[in-house]
């Protein structure tokens, strides 16, 4: 057996004592005398497992009891309809976007097909290569939330401090950054994240809700499955839920609390993306894709060589060492390594030998 080192965006790297876990739980899961995958949802061995998710998971970021956790599915892109369809639709019909990058670009615009979406930042005229000034937003007095994406995983980008939401709601895609850090919860109204980016399998949402925002009612016009209020009266089983994705994301949980938990997992992916920064900054041939070091993500690293040819080699070259999946998303190009909870500082370093190596060969 070959482990390569993985730097996907998404689905990407998983810590190896958890996949050892769930290999060895395949053929009898907990006493069961069957996997995960073949319980029913329904079931006290199921119920057992996604109740300790959910205790592990508001354990690991400090949820206050007044939050609703779900485990959804539908990937996170559903959360760009569902955030507005609960939030907004049925009440003022407005919100204000803040449109960083790939990820908020699209949350917006599917928003804009429910409600008004006005853009109050934007950094498409720098092709999102920079934050925008954010200091001074002009929220809509109307306004049911401002929305944000923390960290966008495509760009590279990551906000440094949080807007300043004059008291209207705060809501925060954090998929590519979840569990990446520690998290102020009582700072927003609303936090969505797909796991496929830092935590789990494919398949899985979390939404953090404060449950005063939670629909009351039936929501006219919006399918069921799109709304909050069935999924939290019914503990995320208003239907069959991803229960092996949940089944992964307890044991990523645990995981992550048995290392020291998420100031603990900050302090290690800070020290990964500050080397990788440093061979960037210190190097003749790459350079860092985002302007402002202030506003670099510690997740997903992109940076280029600036010829297309080059950094197609580089890739190619990378993986012949077992650094795999290091191109840019298409969209933008370049080279994008994204370094996870789940990637060693082993991953970077051989990462950083091998740009050195690259530099070296291609002067
Ligand atoms: C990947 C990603 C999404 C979309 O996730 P899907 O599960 O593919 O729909 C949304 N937001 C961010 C920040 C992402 O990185």
Redesign the pocket.
Same mark, same amino acid.
């Given at each position: 057996m070959t482990r390569v080192y993985n730097f996907s965006?998404?689905p990407a790297v998983l810590p190896e004592p958890v996949l050892r876990q769930a290999a060895a739980e395949m053929m009898d899961c907990r006493g069961s005398g069957m996997s995960v995958m073949e319980m029913s949802h329904r079931s006290p061995a199921f119920q057992g497992i996604i109740d300790e998710a959910e205790a592990d998971l508001r354990d690991l970021m400090g949820i206050p009891g007044s939050y609703d956790v779900l485990f959804l599915q539908?990937?996170?892109?559903?959360?760009?309809a569902a955030v507005p369809m609960n939030l907004s639709l049925h009440r003022n019909g407005v919100a204000a976007y803040l449109v960083t990058g790939q990820?908020?670009k699209?949350?917006q615009q599917e928003a804009a097909r429910f409600i008004e979406a006005p853009i109050v930042a934007s950094g498409a005229d720098g092709n999102f290569s920079r934050l925008p000034d954010y200091s001074d937003l002009a929220i809509p007095d109307n306004a049911d939330y401002v929305y944000l994406?923390q960290?966008?995983?495509?760009h590279g980008l990551r906000f440094p401090t949080l807007p300043d939401t004059e008291g209207v709601t705060l809501v925060s895609?954090?998929?590519?950054m979840f569990l990446s850090e520690p998290v102020d919860v009582e700072r927003f109204g609303l936090i969505h +994240?797909?796991v &496929?980016?830092n935590v789990g399998p +494919?398949g899985v &949402?979390v939404v953090i809700v404060r449950h005063d925002l939670v629909p009351e009612g039936d929501l006219a016009g919006v399918p069921v499955m799109m709304e909050y209020r069935p999924q939290v009266e019914k503990g995320s089983m208003y239907n069959t839920p991803p229960c092996w994705g949940i089944y992964v994301c307890g044991l990523v949980f645990k995981y992550l609390k048995a290392l020291g938990g998420l100031e603990a997992m900050q302090a290690r992916n800070q020290e990964k993306a500050r080397l990788l920064y440093s061979a960037i900054d210190e190097s003749d041939l790459f350079r860092g894709t985002v302007v402002d070091p202030a506003h670099r993500s510690i997740m997903n690293v992109t940076f280029a060589t600036g010829d297309p040819d080059l950094d197609a080699r580089f890739v190619a070259e990378a993986k012949e060492r077992g650094l795999v999946n290091l191109k840019g998303h298409r969209s933008v190009g370049g080279l994008r390594a994204s370094i996870y909870n789940a990637m060693p500082l082993a991953g970077v370093e051989a990462l950083v030998r091998f740009m050195q190596d690259f530099e070296l060969a291609h002067k």
């Open positions: 965006a998404g539908g990937g996170d892109t559903l959360q760009f990820w908020s699209k949350a994406c960290n966008e995983t495509v895609d954090q998929s590519s +994240a797909g &496929q980016k +494919a &949402q």
